[in-house]
């Protein structure tokens, strides 16, 4: 059985787990922390699978290859929800609407009545938006806790280490999945910081993420179910990632209260902050370097492109092909 360690156990690592156990490596993965939590990018993700909708801004790899993500996640830990995105813009921001739509497809305009009967907490509020019905959300930190699970059940090791990807390659196939802690040894990451709010408000009920565009900051709400809500997120180019601005505080909540004033009352439960590790074009890169393979780079693509990633990874060790994210430069 080939012997495979992973250097990471966020979303990138967690997913090539899955991906190679499934293909029969005997696989492990080692993370500086214990267990999933807020020390990794992934915990912060809004668990946005919105291949479409990205496509106003991203490159077409990301609108294709996402489309793999709902359907990956739903198999490996059934916590999808396919209930499609809905996006708005108040009424003088309605170029932004149309330039949304412009650049984006797989989706239907709706009427201010149609917003109605898909939010009913947003009735009278938007005379207008757009539906993108095959879109999907995830919970990231109910999903990451179900993968590593059913690694774990699998036969998957985990170790606690702090450790250098180069070590472990004589032991073996060595795959570096830090996310930005590997801009050590990776020098075109960046860090793209995001900071998110996580709200309580029993006030308002919203069936499936909604995005408020906005010239200056476009918003996006995530219900997680029993009046939770993830309000996100900031993009700064910056690789601080430990203190949330005041002006993103008062802009995410200004642009809450704009979707709905009940969100005034909310309860701030948690503030997140945290750099979305990035190549200038904002694509993954999948390099080698002999026993050495580094998979990053998945930007505000996490949950979206993993899954291709992984499986990139895998035909690359196990069928020999050249994935598509191949970088040539040496890691
Ligand atoms: C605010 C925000 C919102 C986002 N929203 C979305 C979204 O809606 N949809 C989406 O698809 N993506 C989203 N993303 C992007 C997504 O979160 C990232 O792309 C993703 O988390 C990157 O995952 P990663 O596994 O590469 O890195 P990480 O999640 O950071 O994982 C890296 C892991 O490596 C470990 N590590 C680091 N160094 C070492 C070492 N030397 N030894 C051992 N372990 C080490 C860390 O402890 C960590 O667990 C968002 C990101 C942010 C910040």
Known sequence: MMQISIIGGGVAGLCVARVLRDRGADVLVVDRHDGIGPHACSWWAGGMLAPFCEGESAEE?????????????????????????????????????????????????????????????LAGRFNTGLFFKDEAHLSPRLALGRLRDGLVADGVTFKTEDADPKLYTREGLTVDCRGFAARDTINDLRGVKGEILILSCKDVVLNRPVRLLHPRIPLYVVPRGDGIFMLGATMIESSQKTHVTARSLLELLSAAYALNPAFGEAEVLEIGVDARPAFPDNLPRIRRDGNLICANGLFRHGFLLAPAMARMVAEMIFDNTKPEMMDETSA
Do not use: I, M, Y
């Not at 793999?68 to 009424?91: F, M």
């Open 61 to 121: 790899p990301v609108v294709r290859l996402g489309q793999e993500a709902a359907d990956w996640w739903q198999v490996k830990t059934d916590a999808v929800n396919r209930c499609g995105t809905l996006v708005v813009s108040p009424a003088r921001d309605k170029a932004e609407l149309s330039r949304f739509g412009r650049r984006t497809s797989h989706f239907e305009t709706v009427s201010g009545a149609e917003v109605e009967a898909l939010e009913p907490d």
